[in-house]
């Protein structure tokens, strides 16, 4: 059998895998809403490992190479993300944040298969029970509660400007332009850009009112506030803040699994013309992968917080020119 022959023959094997991945994403889509579903371990975890061990038992008994049962699973995991996309079962952001987690594990998955081949040379067929994994692991992920974690992220940047230059950009951010946006990994993966931040008078409240690009709009409630010193805002989202489609479900602000709970804004005078600005964010991950869900979300929120200092610093020094 030629070599083009042998490489056809092993071809279903990556869509094959492709595929049960798939299905076991629309699957626990449709699952009652008290098991998590997508978000649990089952899937996150157990799903690319199963991809990736179906991946390389389709090459049982050629003697794979190390650096073959670690990276051929890709093959597969891009096919499944790919799917998962083109059917509209995930969004790019989720997408983006899962893809190194499923890359992972399916090289896990296919390491582990290709050790399995190794040690049984005879009577493979009941290594295709790896399939099972995922229901196995769901079935019993149900008696462990999901593990929440508050959070806390400080940035600062030195303004050229004074603090009531700051401030009043702070309270008035009005058609705001992506040109005057820093590049984002956040953007860049699919979360919509801010588009106006106004703080208003409404009775005896001060609130803030913000939109994104598609249709996202929220308010926050001003708790704390010192003139050209410091405010602080408490969130409030509600079914209306994320229009369908906007964000990702499973990663929207304000849902079971992230919350973005305040802002805080410090101004701190370094000389004339001269301002720190400070933005301290505090948010709670609540999840079943938390132990890879927090550093993204620090990753991403540093990345997010970033882009308003660079937003304020240049519209700060603009007006100040």
């Known amino acids: 059998m030629t070599e083009q022959k042998k490489q056809n023959k092993k071809l279903p094997w990556f869509i094959g895998g492709a595929l049960y991945g798939l299905f076991l994403r629309y699957m626990f889509d449709v699952l009652p809403s008290s098991v998590e579903g997508p978000m649990s371990l089952a899937f996150l975890i157990c799903t690319p490992i199963v991809v990736g061990a179906l991946t390389v038992y389709g090459y049982k008994g050629e003697g794979l190479k190390i650096k073959q049962m670690l990276f051929m699973p890709w093959v597969t995991t891009a096919l499944m993300l790919l799917g998962s996309a083109l059917t509209l079962l995930e969004g790019s952001i989720c997408i983006a944040i899962m893809a190194p987690l499923f890359l992972l594990c399916a090289s896990i998955g296919g390491l582990l298969m290709g050790i399995c081949l190794h040690l049984t040379a005879k009577k493979t067929k009941p290594l295709l029970s790896v399939s099972l994994l995922p229901f196995l692991v769901l079935y019993y992920e149900g008696y462990f509660p999901l593990t929440e974690k508050n959070i806390q992220i400080v940035e600062s940047v030195v303004v050229q400007a004074d603090p009531d230059v700051i401030w009043n950009q702070i309270m008035t951010a009005k058609e705001i332009e992506s040109a005057e946006l820093p590049l984002s990994i956040s953007h860049l993966i699919g979360v919509p850009k801010p588009l106006e931040g106004i703080n208003k008078r409404k009775g005896t409240q001060e609130i803030r009112y913000s939109i994104w690009e598609r249709g996202?709009?929220?308010k926050a409630v001003v708790?704390?506030?010192?003139?050209n010193e410091y405010?602080?805002?408490d969130y409030i989202f509600d079914d209306n803040s994320f229009p369908k489609g906007s964000m990702d479900d499973h990663v929207a602000i304000g849902g079971k699994y992230f919350d973005l709970h305040n802002t805080s804004f410090t101004l701190q005078p370094l000389n004339k013309n001269v301002t720190q600005l400070t933005i301290t964010a505090n948010y709670r991950i609540n999840s079943a992968i938390n132990?890879?869900?927090i550093p993204i979300s620090k990753i991403l929120g540093v990345d997010f917080v970033q882009t308003i200092l660079g937003l304020?610093?240049?519209r700060s020094e603009a007006a100040n020119a």
């Open 216 to 218: 996202v709009n929220f």
């Open 223 to 227: 708790t704390e506030s010192s003139i």
């Open 312 to 314: 304020y610093k240049y």
């Open 231 to 233: 405010i602080k805002w």
């Open 291 to 293: 132990f890879y869900a």
